[in-house]
């Protein structure tokens, strides 16, 4: 019986996934709780929340298996700390306790399971990322 080498690279790729899901719900909890992003955040956003992780799954699956989970690991190692302190630390309109009333569960599940996927993942792909198998 031989074992598929690539599972993790599959539940990482689910984890990215998620996480994109769980973004994107985040997102409508801030535009409806008219949540300010500055510009400098927004680039944050869309180019390492957003962007490097899609390329990460990519490099990952068609170019290189520990490219792109260094890729995967660094920018949602990123990501954890940049939601983390927004959502949780730094006392600004971002910050959970903050946030309008109606809004309120959305925007703090969401930015829990922010957390959450992104330390899963990062986790999972630094573990990739070291524990490359040479064929």
């Not at 009333?101 to 899963?120: D, H, P, R, S």
Request: proline share 3%.
């Amino acid at each position: 019986m031989t074992r598929n080498h690539r599972f993790p690279d599959g539940f990482l790729t689910l984890v990215v996934f998620l996480h994109l899901a769980v973004t994107a719900l985040h997102g409508r909890a801030h535009v409806g709780a008219v949540v300010p992003v500055s510009t400098v955040s927004n680039i944050f956003i869309f180019s390492v929340i957003i962007a490097a992780p899609l390329a990460g799954v990519a490099i990952l699956w068609f170019l290189s298996i520990e490219g792109g989970a260094w890729l995967l690991a660094l920018s949602l190692a990123a990501s954890f700390v940049f939601g983390v302190v927004n959502h949780f630390v730094l006392d600004s309109p971002d910050h959970v306790a903050h946030i309008a009333a109606q809004w309120k569960l959305l925007f703090g599940a969401t930015a829990v399971l922010l957390a959450l996927t992104e330390a899963l993942g990062s986790g999972l792909a630094f573990w990739r990322a070291t524990h490359v198998r040479v064929s």
